[in-house]
């Protein structure tokens, strides 16, 4: 490897523009949107609903192409969208669970896309059932586990797929406040033994600043990166950090673009406090 390529950029987005035909009528989805990311760096991008960020993760991951601009993926500035499909590990939105299929079946679905056989899929996926807390469910099927195991099952079949850059669409969205916490907390251990590289998408300010190196901050849509947000908080970090005084620094710094954001599309009073979900 080069000195250049060891420095690349896993993730190069420059000037993105995306567009689709929302409700007969040609809308913008996302405008001029750049964002670099680092090998070994958790980033997480924040904005509101329908403003794009899922179809900034397609478009990384190659299952949709911009209209203009350049996607770059570790440093191949030729990929094309094609040659982008199946580089990185993606949990989509939905955890998209087959429901006549084991826990332990789901989460071999995409060694077995790739031609691995099932036996062999099966023996790599029970490595890591514990360590994702799926042991003794492994022939469950998804209907019987908790939101929080079947967020897990899902996040074990990308991880299975063992790639560089992992890209995770809101996987703690659906889960209530406390199970949500462990899962924040149970991420940010897995990353630093595993040391890949991360883009997470969430709706939450504490979320994004406890986990992340960066937070990208985008508009309503059309989505454009309004605010970019270093956090040199120290690892490693833990959940209860979000009540130190640093931390309220840093939050303070994403909720006042975040909370014009808000008054500034909703009707109503701007009065009393925030949650800081959106
Ligand atoms: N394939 C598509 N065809 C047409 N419109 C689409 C398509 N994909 C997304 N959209 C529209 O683009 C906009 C952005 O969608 P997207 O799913 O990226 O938003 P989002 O920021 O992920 O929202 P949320 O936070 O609710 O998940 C929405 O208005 C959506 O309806
Ligand atoms: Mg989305």
Sequence with gaps: MSADTAVQPKIKIESVCKSYVIGGEREDVLTGVDMTVHAGEFVSIIGPSGCGKSTLLNIIAGLDRPDSGSVELFGDTTSDTKGRLGQTGYMQQKDLLLPWRSVLDNTILGLELKGVPRRQAREQALEFTEAFGLKGFEDQYPFALSGGMRQRASF??????????????????????????????????????????????????????????????????????????????????????????????????????????????????????????I
């Excluded at 992992?166 to 630093?192: H, N, S």
């Excluded at 883009?199 to 849509?221: C, F, K």
Aim: charged share 20%.
């Design 156 to 277: 074990l079949r990308t991880m299975l797929m063992n790639q560089d850059v992992v890209l995770l669409d809101e996987p703690f969205g659906a889960l209530d406040a406390l199970t949500r916490i462990q899962m924040q907390e149970w991420l940010l251990q897995l990353w630093e033994s595993l040391n890949k590289t991360i883009v997470l998408i969430t709706h939450d300010v504490d979320e994004a600043l406890l986990l992340s190196d960066r937070v990208y901050l985008l508009s309503a849509r059309p989505g454009q990166v309004t605010m970019v947000l270093d956090v040199p908080l120290p690892r490693p970090r833990r959940y209860n950090m979000v009540t130190s005084p640093e931390f309220s620094v840093f939050k303070a710094q994403l909720m006042e673009p975040l909370w014009s954001q808000i008054v500034g599309t909703q009707p109503g009073s701007a009065s009393g406090t925030h949650t800081g979900r």
